[in-house]
Structure formats: C-alpha cells, structure tokens
C-alpha cells in the first residue's frame, strides 16, 4: 500500500511534505517545464513586497565551498502585478504560499490586505529574516519582542495559514520561534540563509556589491537540522524544514529531526527535478520501512533518545 | 524548451592554451547565442552548473568551447571522452538574425565560442560574415578550420602584436565600419564589448552583445545573473540568463 504522505499545516493540507522554498522557485513558472508542477506538496513564492522592489547591484552571487552566497535584495514586481503571477500558478492545484516582505511592519500588512481575498493565495510565509536589505527583513526576526508585536498585528488581519520564518542569525533561534508561536503563528518555517562573505583576492574586494549575503546549499544543512531539532522540541506548532536539502535522504533527517514538512532551496538550481524527486525518495523510504504515513517519522529521532538524568556536560562540569 | 539531458563525451581536446573543445553525442536544437549549464562534479562541491555557451549544435551533436579558468572548469577539463556529462539546455534568447545581407562578428579571447556558431548560421542564410578576432596573443587565436570556408572576411588582432592587427580588436572594427555599417555581434571582455558599441554607435550601426554573469539556476528563477539595462522607461535589472544572454548594445552600455 502506498504511504499516505498528506500534510497539515495549520488550514492548509499538502498532497506531500515537500516544498520549493522561497526565491529559489521564482513563480513556478521557469520550472514547468521541467515536471508537472502539480505533484509539489506547495509551491512557496519569491519574497513578495508593497511596491515592486528593484534589489541590489549585482554581483549578487558567489559559490562558496558545497554552497552559494546570495544578496538579491527581494528583487520583485510588488504584490499587485504578483497577483496575477499567483494567480496563474494556482492553477496546478497545488496551495501557493506566498512570502510577504518588507521593510516596516505597515508594509507586510499592505501585502496581506492585498491577498486576502484571493483565494488562490493559501497560505503567507512572514519572510522575518531576510538577511539582504537595509531595513526591516532581518531585522524584524532577531527580537522576540518584536516578532511578537509584528506577527501579532499580522494574525489579527489574516484568517489563512500564517507561517512566520525564521533567521538562524540570532543567539538562540527556540525563542523567536515561541515569541511567533505565542503571537498566533501556524507554523514556523526554518532557516533562512546563515549571513557570510567572499573577498575576491585579485580584486582584493568582497565579491559581492552588497558586501554580505545569505549563505545556502549543502553546507549550511547540518546547522539547519540543528536548529530544526531544537525548534520542534521547543514549540507544539509545526516546523517545515529547510537548509541544504539536496534530495531524498536530507528532506528524512528534517523530518526525523521534527519538521513536519521541507522545502528546498538552492538544490533545484544544480537539479530542477529535485522536488519531484525527493517526494518519491520520501515515500519508498516510508514503505520500504513499514510506515504507513509521513506524520509516524516526524520526530522520531528523538523518540530514540533516553531521558538524560543527571550527566556531564562538555566542559567538565556537572 | 529547456531540458535536462545526460551526454556522453566523444572528443574533448586541447585546442589551445587552457582551452578545450568538447564534442557531445546528442544535440539540444540550440539557436546561436544560447547556453547550457553543464554540471562538472557528480558531488556538492563545487555546488553549481557552470554555464557555457553553446560552440555548435546539431547532427555531429553539441559541441562547447570553454577555457578552464576556475575550479568548475579545471574539473570539466579532466572527463575523457567516453564519460557522461548532465547538461540543462538550451538556455538564454540567442542572437536575433537582421535582414541586412551581412554581419560583423567580433570575438574577444574565449568569446568566440557562440561566434562560431552564429557565423556558419549566418552564411547558411546567404550573409556575409566578417569576422574580426582579438586575444591578447596569437596562441589564443583559437578558431576551428571548419568554421573559415563561412567566412568572408576573417582579421586578427593581439595585444602584443604576435599576430594580426597589433593593438585592440575594436581598431579594426572601425576600418569595416567605415566601409558600411551594418549589425555588429559581440562576445568578449566587457572592455572590448564597450569599446565596440561605443565604436559602432558612430557609424549607426545596430550592436548585439552577449554577456558573461555568475549565474546559479540558469532558468530566470534566482535573480542572481542580473544586469542594469537602460531603457525607455528607465533603469532596470535583467536576467543575463533568460532576458540575455544577448542584448542589444545600447541596453546595457552607455
């Protein structure tokens, strides 16, 4: 028998666990022709804004080792000309969750007001952490207090899915995740790119123009999965995974580690087939293992573990 | 349509220094100007494809032309012929094709791999080519001798005078422009890509560049490649990869 691979997360149900993350997928439309967008679990967009939003100079980019800088600067079209983008994706009758963007808290509330009636646009993933532009994005994401009061405001003007996510450049990542929790987000999705440089040695210049970017790819998965397993122990709202997913067996070890669900960013740039690919990996692993469902492996890496009484930590001391 | 295709390697030759030639046993129906992302490395490192332009396509199958600078391509040089090779493609819009019954070709260093292509293409249309070809020695002078019989007019020029026209490439341009002008196509540094639209804006003559970017997807979903256009309605970001990698002169060079 086939494993049921049906996801819920909040009002949203996916057909499977598997989803483009954000800006990695543009509007669906570059990977069409590719696969048939419709057996994706959800399709993420690009960070969406207010106003259409230019992004930054380039060079935007810079390969790193098993990974990739990026400073794009939410280069979009702004939501009213997203819309219709959205609009005609909906169409492969998968949920669209839509990033929201901005740079002050009356932005992100302008994007949602726009959206709200669209039924095509299921869900919003609150985009609290992008690491490249100069006002708000990340720094909405490093003070629980001001997840809080922003996600708070965003509850209040929404009644679709809300998915806050998270930066993982922050001291520690469990209390931004309660803060967006307590402030009534459905979901959590985690992590955004880890910030870091390049420096050009014949130049003797940073590599890119904004100076810093986000790093993604393979290297940064085993921090995600980290932070993975520390957010799902630390709140009772589903976490959708993501960093470094490159295929079937990275996407279990999320969801062993307590997503309930992943996305996959930079992979589908080296393998487009790469979402398609890892829902089929997902579900022969379930039955070549006799799970009959996807939820039955969320976590269970930690069910293995004993309860540690006592013990010594790292340094020596008891 | 782009798609993704496992090739395997029948020649892959030194034809140059740092430059080789690779023969693949399948075609991607790719126009002239257009690319593909070749993965070098079957691991995640180095992570991406790298993108390279597309040297000649059809029944003797896909045939690259790339100079091995960095990591990626380092790597790309050691397959063998008999190996398999992932290639995403045809990417990119390619040159457009004018009525003007000829063209002037202007190829700087390994820029001259999509010239090639265009050059046959032009004169299975019926076009003169001139040809005009700038490295900065003669060594690098590279250009197959299957390409010459679609040549009308082939002019070399080096940095340091080894061979050709013994200063940049855009000099000689000028004397063909003073003739007439007609389209110019280019591929090559961007110094020379410059100089060139700056030359042929004297003469009125339409100017087609292909660009280089750092690139990751290669499709128009990343936004990584981008390029400051100019146009009508302003200054604009586009994608080298799928606005591109061809422009027009003026777009992007002013």
Same mark, same amino acid.
């Given at each position: $028998?086939?494993?049921?691979?049906?996801?819920?997360?909040?009002?949203?149900? $996916?057909?499977?666990?598997?989803?483009?993350?954000?800006?990695?997928?543009?509007?669906?439309?570059?990977?069409?022709?590719?696969?048939?967008?419709?057996?994706?679990?959800?399709?993420?967009?690009?960070?969406?804004?207010?106003?259409?939003?230019?992004?930054? @100079?380039?060079?935007?980019?810079?390969?790193?080792?098993?990974?990739?800088?990026?400073?794009?600067?939410?280069?979009?079209?702004?939501?009213?000309?997203?819309?219709?983008?959205?609009?005609?994706?909906? @169409?492969?009758?998968?949920?669209?969750?839509?990033?929201?963007?901005? @740079?002050?808290?009356?932005?992100?509330?302008?994007?949602?007001?726009?959206?709200?009636?669209?039924?095509?646009?299921?869900?919003?993933?609150?985009? !609290?952490?992008?690491?490249?532009?100069?006002?708000?994005?990340?720094?909405?994401?490093?003070?629980?207090?001001?997840?809080?009061?922003?996600?708070?405001?965003?509850?209040?003007?929404?009644?679709?899915?809300? &998915?806050?996510?998270? +930066?993982?450049?922050?001291?520690?990542?469990?209390? &931004?995740?309660?803060?967006?929790?307590?402030?009534?987000?459905?979901?959590?999705?985690?992590?955004?790119?880890?910030?870091?440089?390049?420096?050009?040695?014949?130049?003797?210049?940073?590599?890119?123009?904004?100076?810093?970017?986000?790093?993604?790819?393979?290297? !940064?998965?085993?921090?995600?999965?980290?932070?993975?397993?520390?957010?799902? +122990?630390?709140?009772? !709202?589903?976490? &959708?995974? $993501?960093?470094?997913?490159?295929?079937?067996?990275?996407?279990?070890?999320?969801?062993?580690?307590?997503?309930?669900?992943?996305?996959?960013?930079?992979?589908?740039?080296?393998?487009?087939?790469?979402?398609?690919?890892?829902?089929?990996?997902?579900?022969?692993?379930? +039955?070549?293992?006799?799970?009959?469902?996807?939820?039955?492996?969320?976590?269970?890496?930690?069910?293995?573990?004993?309860?540690?009484?006592?013990?010594?930590?790292?340094?020596?001391?008891? | 349509?782009?798609?993704?295709?496992?090739?395997?390697?029948? #020649?892959?030759?030194?034809?140059?220094?740092?430059?080789?030639?690779?023969?693949?046993?399948?075609?991607?129906?790719?126009?002239?100007?257009? *690319?593909?992302?070749?993965?070098?490395?079957?691991?995640?490192?180095? *992570?991406?494809?790298?993108?390279?332009?597309?040297?000649?396509?059809?029944?003797?199958?896909?045939?690259?032309?790339?100079?091995?600078?960095?990591?990626?391509?380092?790597?790309?040089?050691?397959?063998?012929?008999?190996?398999?090779?992932?290639?995403?493609?045809?990417?990119?819009?390619?040159?457009?094709?004018?009525?003007?019954?000829?063209?002037?070709?202007?190829?700087?260093?390994?820029?001259?791999?999509?010239?090639?292509?265009?050059?046959?293409?032009?004169?299975?249309?019926?076009?003169?080519?001139?040809?005009?070809?700038?490295?900065?020695?003669?060594?690098?002078?590279?250009?197959?001798?299957?390409?010459?019989? *679609?040549?009308?007019?082939?002019?070399?020029?080096?940095?340091?005078?080894?061979?050709?026209?013994?200063?940049?490439?855009? #000099?000689?341009?000028?004397? *063909?422009?003073?003739?007439?002008?007609?389209?110019?196509?280019?591929?090559?540094? #961007?110094?020379?890509?410059?100089?060139?639209?700056?030359?042929?804006?004297?003469?009125?003559?339409?100017?087609?560049?292909?660009?280089?970017?750092?690139?990751? %997807?290669?499709?128009?979903? %990343?936004?990584? %490649?981008?390029?400051?256009?100019?146009?009508?309605?302003?200054?604009?970001?586009?994608?080298? %990869?799928?606005?591109?990698?061809?422009?027009?002169?003026? #777009?992007?060079?002013?």
């Amino acid at each position: $028998m086939n494993p049921d691979l049906t996801v819920n997360i909040g009002r949203l149900t $996916m057909q499977n666990p598997v989803m483009p993350a954000s800006g990695c997928f543009g509007y669906g439309e570059e990977y069409a022709p590719f696969f048939d967008l419709s057996r994706l679990g959800a399709i993420v967009v690009k960070g969406t804004t207010a106003e259409p939003c230019s992004g930054n @100079h380039p060079v935007r980019l810079a390969e790193t080792p098993a990974g990739l800088l990026n400073a794009i600067g939410l280069q979009n079209p702004g939501v009213k000309a997203a819309r219709e983008k959205i609009r005609e994706l909906a @169409h492969c009758g998968v949920p669209v969750i839509v990033n929201v963007a901005g @740079h002050s808290a009356e932005d992100y509330l302008r994007v949602i007001d726009f959206l709200e009636e669209e039924e095509e646009a299921a869900a919003y993933e609150v985009n !609290i952490s992008c690491p490249n532009v100069s006002a708000g994005g990340m720094a909405f994401g490093t003070e629980p207090c001001v997840v809080e009061s922003l996600v708070g405001n965003l509850r209040r003007s929404t009644k679709k899915t809300l &998915i806050v996510k998270l +930066s993982p450049n922050v001291t520690d990542i469990t209390e &931004i995740a309660r803060a967006a929790e307590s402030a009534g987000a459905d979901a959590v999705s985690l992590i955004n790119t880890l910030l870091g440089m390049a420096i050009d040695t014949a130049t003797r210049r940073p590599v890119l123009a904004n100076i810093t970017g986000g790093l993604s790819g393979p290297a !940064i998965k085993p921090v995600a999965l980290r932070m993975v397993w520390q957010v799902s +122990s630390a709140v009772k !709202i589903p976490v &959708i995974g $993501m960093g470094g997913i490159t295929g079937a067996r990275d996407a279990l070890e999320f969801l062993l580690a307590g997503a309930s669900a992943v996305a996959i960013g930079a992979a589908n740039f080296t393998n487009p087939m790469v979402c398609p690919e890892t829902v089929d990996g997902i579900a022969d692993y379930l +039955s070549e293992n006799g799970f009959e469902s996807v939820s039955r492996i969320v976590g269970l890496a930690k069910e293995s573990l004993r309860p540690v009484t006592g013990g010594v930590c790292g340094c020596g001391k008891k | 349509m782009p798609q993704m295709k496992v090739m395997y390697i029948k #020649e892959h030759t030194l034809v140059a220094p740092d430059i080789r030639r690779m023969v693949l046993d399948d075609s991607i129906y790719a126009r002239p100007g257009q *690319f593909v992302q070749i993965s070098v490395s079957p691991t995640l490192d180095p *992570f991406l494809r790298r993108p390279l332009s597309v040297h000649d396509d059809g029944e003797g199958g896909l045939v690259l032309l790339y100079r091995a600078s960095g990591r990626g391509t380092r790597l790309l040089a050691e397959k063998k012929p008999g190996d398999s090779v992932d290639i995403l493609g045809p990417l990119g819009n390619g040159f457009p094709v004018t009525d003007a019954p000829a063209a002037i070709l202007v190829a700087g260093g390994i820029g001259v791999a999509p010239l090639c292509y265009l050059a046959r293409t032009l004169c299975e249309a019926g076009k003169q080519v001139i040809f005009l070809f700038g490295a900065q020695k003669a060594d690098q002078l590279y250009i197959p001798k299957a390409i010459t019989p *679609f040549l009308t007019v082939l002019e070399t020029a080096t940095d340091d005078g080894s061979a050709g026209h013994h200063g940049p490439v855009t #000099e000689v341009l000028e004397q *063909f422009l003073q003739k007439g002008a007609v389209p110019v196509y280019g591929c090559g540094p #961007e110094g020379m890509l410059r100089a060139m639209v700056r030359v042929a804006a004297q003469y009125y003559a339409q100017t087609y560049v292909s660009l280089e970017a750092r690139m990751a %997807c290669g499709v128009g979903a %990343c936004l990584g %490649c981008v390029v400051e256009t100019f146009q009508n309605s302003g200054e604009a970001y586009q994608r080298v %990869c799928v606005d591109g990698p061809v422009f027009s002169g003026e #777009e992007v060079f002013r």
